[in-house]
């Protein structure tokens, strides 16, 4: 396969660099001035000496720490600025004048508006930001028991939906921002670690507790810095580095047992009454069909008797791992006392899962030093690496997997025989299908991963000129992923008892990827103006390569190696992509009131057509700080107000490789009698294949009240998607039926609140956070023939994208009750074959007619919220903390695919404890929900009796802390219980109302997947 190159602009891109560094040198003379020799002292509030300040002249890298007297020595020119930073206090600048003395007395810093915020190359402080832009507060969350960076964001980011659709250990949460905006590509946003672009998934590398800081990006002004990468939100997480003037060793250390509470867990009928269940419906069929009650001795042996039952299994009880144990080690080194910091961190997470046999452990280390060679060069290496494990994390969701089976096992069988041995083959009797042994499945049949992870990044800034800075960085990301399933002879199949023919499926694959980052800064005051202004070129390649194997018709079980196998298949991958883009951004304030920003970035995919391969991102700000002016300065309760508006526009190129290009199929053929192998063309090209592009503008007010006690943020925005990529029809003459082209428009608008409020009240500390937003998501337009685009089937959801609706909407009949008798059916629209304890669906044509397909469906659900929120609550009295963690949507549905199994009324699968209450007779209708087991069509089609409200709010998170009093010990030592999963209020049936099994265009449905667990943990962090 022929890899494409972005190979016409790169050159242009280096000549810059090379002149750029020619220009270091030439200018290396101006850099020394005639400078003072300056000292002072740095105290606190109460006037206590301080210890570690950063004291630094502005636009350079000159800078010092103070000592344990808080003393200070550094060289400056009259006319510099002196900046005075530490942790927890406010940062002081102040101007050199003609005294070699500057004492300087810090005030504790009031979080808000004032903040530094961590942007796309660089940063900026918040009351400067003109973007939508949302920090985490790490250190409020850093005790949830999380074994993945995402779970991190649950409830503290307006406009953005984290759901855990899978309690599986170590799994990424769900992360859509401002709504889902594509209906070809993928919506997932971009994730930045310490500068580099990782791609759309955080994966297993990083543990959580070696981050640091968590922005995410939201509007286009700050997310088109990155162009084709940044349409759905951009995620920065920067990891910890080493605190100037301290030197410490921290150990964190937490346990935890983690189990599914009974409330949560899917209620089957027992073994009497799943054999109550197949007499009664016995006994219904030869009424209806015969007209005639049979006697006892009709009714067939296994299920005559229903109260002398033998066996009654809870199959879900017995796959799960009770008490699962969660461990977290993580140790951390750092030392800051010298111009050179370094940290170094490892790490372990152990997670038994939920279910089973099933279970995550990753290993971690980080290792990063950063510091000056000298007054103008700054140097930084970072270096990560972890290897994980994952045992059935994967294979466990769906009707004929894991959990499926043991919801529909028959429940009147034993896990084991007599002897011991395990019930192999459970069913396959009296119409029951017959399944493989849940608890065997998992314990015999062999599911694991291994990740090998290894990130590298390195970087050498040189100061210049006072007010240029250029930074030039490398990163390298490896990683490699194997897989490997084994089921031996002893695994039943689904109506196939054993022996069966052992398998095994061996993968392999390694991706490489591949960056270098150039920027050139300039800051600088003149006067009431301040401007900085980025130059920026990137160059990035991933190359993926993969080996799989498949072995059968092994001689026994005891040799699980593809070497054993009679009959092997092989085969390999190799694919990659490339990218490069120019960009700049200059962000400019007048008087520290009037604000701008504006950033372009041009950009080539190898992903797209020869004709479009570059996309061009433009993106502008503007920001009024009315806090400032003067008819503002009566109103003293006021703090800060901020108005600012946006408009830009970003790109999306996640559509995979080689998409504008023909594939060569094989194809053998028989030419004069011989065998020949050959090739055909197998997609049509598409040399126009070009870039989708999202439009957004954004309105905000960023508010401070009380000396930033109140806090106040509130967003609109309205993004529209032109050019989607979507699979559209071309004519059949030219050899094929479909191809990728720019088709399509959708829109999403909403609105975004977050307010914060912090109080003390003596020793007792309070403070409050919530968020609350809106989404509103329509497709505009689909260009060409097609009118919607349908996705499902018949016997499960459908999920259909149509102008004027939201994307992905749940399909179906619609269900007006329940056939009471032949008169109410004569006398209602046709449904063939209909009987009394049938459905009643909605004749949506009114053709007198339900047709048995797509005709008569209509809209049954909304896979989308009306509103989603968060809530975090906390307070310190003297050494104790408590922090709680509240998230929640309202107003959105489920389509329950796996109910269309469990109450399948054939009496092929065991059912729901609930259709006990089924519809028998018309005197005997139960609850009038659940249909007749006389028939079976018009019951498991895709209707609105299997979506539900999942409407929710979770307790996700509950921690209360104690801190040793300091100074009593050597160390310094909290001890802490949390709580994660805690409580859950909702009226949805499921286990889970944050299940989304498919994604994407295909949301809302819930064929059963991996179940969340509550955790329960203790934990204490140590520092020397």
Known sequence: MKRIFINSAPSLGYRVIILILLSIFSWAGAIAQQQLTLHGTVTDQKNNPLLGVTVQVSGSQNGTITDASGGYQIRAATGDSLIFHSVGYATQIVRVGSSPVINVRLHAASRGLNEVVILGYGTQQKKDVTAAVTTVDVSKIKDISSAN???????????????????SPGREFNVIIRGLGSLGASSNPLYVVDGFPVGTSIGQNLNPDDIATITVLKDAVSTAIYGARGANGVILITTKKAEAGKTTLSVNAKYGIQNLPVSLRTKMMTGPEFAEFKKESFIDKSEFYHNVTPGINDIPIDYRYPDSTKYSTNWLNEILHNNAPYQNYNITFSSGKTDMHSLVSVGLINQDGSLIASNYRNYSVRANVEGKVNNFINVGLD?????AELNWINGT??????????????????VYNKD????????GHDGIFGWPNPVQNLLQVTKRTY???????????VSFLRHFKFRSTANVHLNYNTYKQWVPSTIAHTNAPPPQVATENDNLNKTLDL??????????DFGAHHLDVLLGYDAQEENVSGLYANGSEYPNDLTPFLSSAAVVTAGSSAGGWSDIAYFTRVNYSFKDRYLFSGTFRREGSSRFGSNNRYGDFPAVSAGWRMSEEKF??????????????????????????????????????VLGGNFINGFVVGSFPNSKLGWEKSNQIDGGIDLGAFGNKLTFTADYYKRITTSMLLSISIPAISGFTSSLGNVGKVQNQGFEFALGYKTNINELELWANGTFSVNRNKVLALNGPTKAIWNGSLYADYNVSKVGRPIGMIYGFRTLGIFQNMDQIAKSPKQDGAIPGSFIYYDANHDGVVEYDQTDMVEIGNPWPKFTWGATFGGNYKNFDLTILLSGRQGYDNFMQIQSSTVNQDGVFNVLEDDKYRWRSEQNPGKNYWPTTNYWKWERESNSRYVHDASHMWVKDITLGYSLPQGKLPFNLRIYLTGDNVFLFTHYPGSNPDVNNNGGINPGLDDEAYPVPRTFAIGANLTF
């Open 515 to 524: 960056d270098a980052t150039q920027l050139l800064t300039y800051s600088n």
């Open 420 to 427: 011991g041995s395990f019930n192999e083959y459970i069913g």
């Open 632 to 669: 503002m300065s009566k109103i003293n309760w006021l703090s800060e107000l901020k108005l600012r508006a946006s408009w830009g526009e970003t790109g999306n190129n996640n559509i995979g490789n080689y998409s504008s290009l023909a594939f060569l199929n094989p194809s053998n053929y």
């Open 451 to 461: 990740l090998g992870d290894g990130l590298a990044t390195g970087f050498i800034e």
């Open 149 to 167: 960076p995402t779970k991190l964001l649950i409830g503290q980011v307006p406009g953005a939906v984290i759901s855990q659709t899978t309690g």
């Open 397 to 414: 969701e769906g009707r004929s997997d894991a959990v499926g089976i043991a919801l529909l096992a028959d429940p009147r069988a034993p």
């Open 383 to 387: 270096l990560s690496g972890s290897y």
